[in-house]
């Protein structure tokens, strides 16, 4: 099968998560993607965390699968020949440096343009440039903080809380994959490259938009009638923590199911969706509930829709997470199990649909991953192992022209 990125080759000139995820991403549809490497190190996250002495942590494995691995010093004379090469025969660069980076090192986006002028030049920075804070280096949790994520997120008697998803990271990668595919097409119909930049910082913002839909109600109202705070708590002029609220408009909450006192992970998320009341009333065997004017509506139920709650947590005690949806279920009601890394690696769903995936690795034997979480009819997305430091630059080299004795001579001057 051809993939639909093949014949796209990517220069991957990232590092850590937010970039790498990109370019994982295009790989695994077909682009043939040299991440490029500084030589002896590489991508710090090949030593983040390790696992197993002298092998790649994972966190460069799960980032890094189906690239190719070419070390280069970029900055000596040498490195910066093979790049200059590298540039005039590829379709796209991505990088995710520090501010300017890329400029001090001489391939500034007119450098890059004058050297490749179809080339697709792709960033990620943490903010936006010119931006007030557009010369910051930024991780993760500092974009969180800076995108809305974290004074949203927590409960309202707790400082700002951080999520475990990359909103920060991966879903800015997520972002630039995007613009990087528009990119290649508009290429298509003008013949010219463009520069595509994403912020974590508006990667994020833009995960949080029903946040600043609700900072505008709240300007508007005075109130959030589906926060918990509604009717009972007080509202200042920002939006608050919501805990576990669901923020579309149907309550919902983490609910406590048989084990909670020993197990952590005993709960599921149960919503109450207006129109699934009397389905819900059925489940919970309350049917006098159905037409009780006191619960009948959405406006009738909120002022007590914690005793709501503990009623359901009072249905759920004798039953497990998974009893309980298999019940709820039938019922349709939008409700999950609460389920832990453990379960999600051994859900024989995830695995069969191939995002949850086995990849054999020269060193550290196999490791699991998550695959493609796009599915397409016509393209089954296969992971393979990340690469080893360096372990394709002979061939990426000999690809460009250069000799066995070339190759040599860059090895002597250590620029590969
Ligand atoms: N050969 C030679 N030099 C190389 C090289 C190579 N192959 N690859 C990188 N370098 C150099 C860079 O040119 C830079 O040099 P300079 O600062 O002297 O000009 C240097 O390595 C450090 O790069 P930098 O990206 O600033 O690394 P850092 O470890 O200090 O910062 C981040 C890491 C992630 C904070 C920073 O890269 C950043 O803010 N990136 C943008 C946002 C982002 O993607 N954040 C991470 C999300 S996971």
């Given amino acids: 099968m051809t993939k639909p990125l093949e014949g796209i080759r990517i220069i991957d000139f990232t590092h850590v998560q937010a970039g790498p995820a990109c370019t994982?991403?295009?790989?695994?549809?077909?682009?043939?993607?040299?991440?490029?490497?500084?030589?002896?190190?590489?991508d710090v996250t090949r030593n983040q965390l390790r696992d197993i002495p002298d092998a790649d942590a994972l966190y460069f494995t799960m980032l890094n699968s189906n690239k190719k691995s070419l070390t280069l010093d970029t900055k000596k004379p040498?490195?910066?020949?093979?790049?200059?090469?590298?540039?005039?025969?590829?379709?796209?660069?991505?990088?995710?440096?520090?501010p300017g980076a890329l400029d001090r090192m001489g391939f500034s986006w007119e450098r890059l343009n004058e050297l490749n002028?179809?080339?697709?030049v792709a960033s990620v920075k943490g903010f936006s440039d010119g931006h007030h804070y557009d010369d910051l280096k930024v991780y993760e949790n500092v974009a969180q903080c800076a995108g809305g994520a974290a004074s949203t997120t927590g409960f309202w008697d707790g400082p700002p809380t951080i999520s475990a998803a990359a909103l920060g990271d991966s879903n800015t990668g997520m972002h630039l994959a995007i613009g990087i595919l528009t990119a290649l097409l508009g290429r298509d119909k003008t013949g010219k490259g463009q520069k595509v930049a994403v912020s974590m910082q508006d990667s994020v913002l833009n995960l949080c938009r029903v946040k600043l839909r609700d900072q505008q109600r709240l300007e508007r109202v005075g109130y959030l009638e589906e926060y918990p705070q509604y009717p009972h708590g007080e509202f200042s002029d920002v939006v608050?923590?919501?805990g576990n609220a669901g923020g579309g408009g149907q309550p919902g909450w983490v609910?406590?199911?048989?084990?909670?006192e020993t197990d952590p992970n005993a709960y599921i998320y149960f919503t109450i969706q207006g129109h699934a009341w009397e389905p819900i009333c059925k489940a919970l065997g309350k049917p006098e509930w159905i037409?009780?004017?006191a619960y009948k509506t959405a406006e009738a139920r909120?002022?007590?829709i914690f005793e709501i709650f503990k009623t359901i947590e009072g249905w759920l005690a004798d039953k497990t997470k998974f009893e309980a949806v298999d019940i709820l279920r039938k019922f349709d009601i939008p409700c999950a199990p609460v389920l832990t890394m453990k379960e999600l690696a051994n859900d024989p769903s995830l695995r069969a649909s191939g995002t949850i995936v086995e990849v054999p690795h020269k060193k550290r034997g196999s490791y699991l991953t998550v695959g493609s979480p796009i599915k397409f009819s016509d393209l089954k997305p296969e992971v393979t192992a990340s690469p080893l430091l360096g372990e394709h630059t002979e061939e990426v080299l000999a690809s460009l022209g250069y000799s066995k004795q070339d190759i040599f001579n860059l090895r002597e001057v250590k620029a590969v």
């Fill in 78 to 98: 040498e490195g910066k020949e093979v790049l200059e090469k590298l540039i005039r025969e590829s379709d796209v660069l991505v990088e995710n440096f520090g």
């Fill in 291 to 293: 037409d009780d004017p």
């Fill in 240 to 242: 608050p923590r919501g």
């Fill in 24 to 42: 994982q991403l295009l790989a695994w549809f077909g682009a043939d993607v040299i991440k490029v490497e500084r030589p002896g190190s590489g």
């Fill in 117 to 120: 002028p179809k080339m697709i």
């Fill in 255 to 260: 609910l406590k199911c048989k084990g909670w």
């Fill in 302 to 304: 909120q002022p007590h």
